[in-house]
């Protein structure tokens, strides 16, 4: 009896050690893992999961469009992983589909891209450089992940996109017809009663460092963009403010049509000019 008491004490007291000892090391890995190397774990599992059988299984991600817009030389429409979705397992294929009229799903497909991972409610602009001639109606299509539970596939809305205005009909000079004034960053300028919507845009440039600019804003060759607004107007009296550079030299100019973000030799095309203002004049 005495030695099968000094057995189970003894048993006892190896086990309460083991304890003491293994307690420790479970709470110091306990430490080193953080959530979000959790939350690492869980996915990996999934995409071991996923590969099972050679099955392709949804990586819980979903996405949707939830903007489309036209800025004269380019049309974009915004994607968006949803906010209560998980991270994309991979990325995903675009296309931009083009109709003279109607539905653009049925018409032609001109452009293909690819939309890279999004992360929870991430977002990201896809954008397509338009042909000019080319006017209509255009819609972008993307695919979800594969074993996404929906049809697989989503549209934005429909962009048109209307063939560009000729300018050269209009009154001479613009700045009469437009009444039009420009100083520093600030333009006025009124359209016309019974005059179609044009589009304007008001842009500011810089001029290459170490440049001296004369008296009639020349050389304009080299001047990129600084900032700028385009936009449609109808009949009536606007105001509107670029940003120009606190210091630096620079020119602001105001013309019909869409951004052009870097001027040639001539400037603006003479057709298109409608008033400027510039840094250093005399």
């Known amino acids: 009896m005495k030695k099968k008491n000094k057995f189970t004490s003894g048993f006892i007291v190896t086990a309460l050690l ?14 080193q893992i953080k959530p979000e190397q959790v939350g690492n774990v869980s996915v990996q599992k999934e995409q071991k999961l996923s590969e099972t059988n050679g099955k392709v299984e949804w990586d819980r991600s979903s996405l949707l469009f939830i903007d489309q817009n036209e800025n004269c030389s380019c049309i974009s429409a915004t994607i968006k992983n949803g906010q209560d979705s998980r991270v994309m397992q991979g990325e995903v294929k675009y296309e931009v589909y083009w109709s003279a009229k109607g539905n653009p799903k049925n018409g032609e497909l001109v452009y293909s891209g690819s939309v890279a991972s999004l992360n ?6 896809l954008t397509y450089v338009l042909d000019p001639t080319k006017p209509g109606n255009y819609m972008f299509k993307a695919y979800q992940r594969p074993g996404h539970p929906g049809k697989g596939e989503l549209w934005s809305e429909s962009i048109t996109v209307k063939e560009k205005t000729d300018y050269t009909d209009l009154q001479r000079p613009l700045d009469q017809l437009f009444h039009s004034s420009v100083e520093n960053a600030t333009a006025t300028f009124t359209i016309p009663e019974g005059m179609d919507p044009v589009v304007i845009s008001f842009s500011s440039y810089v001029y290459p460092e170490g440049t001296l600019p004369q008296e009639d804003g020349k050389p304009y060759e080299g001047q990129k963009i600084y900032d700028t607004i385009t936009n449609v107007y109808g009949p009536g ?5 670029v940003d120009i550079p606190e210091n630096g030299l620079w020119q602001s100019d105001l013309y019909l049509g869409c951004v052009i973000e870097e001027l040639s030799e001539s400037g603006h095309p003479i057709e298109k000019i409608i008033d400027a203002d510039y840094s250093w004049k005399e």
């Not at 420790?24 to 430490?31: D, E, G, R, T």
């Not at 929870?120 to 602009?125: I, L, Q, V």
Request: hydrophobic content about 30%; glycine content about 4%.
């Open 237 to 241: 009296t606007y105001t509107i403010t």
């Open 120 to 125: 929870p409610g991430e977002t990201k602009e």
């Open 18 to 31: 083991s304890i003491s000892i293994i307690q420790p090391i479970n709470q110091a890995l306990a430490k």
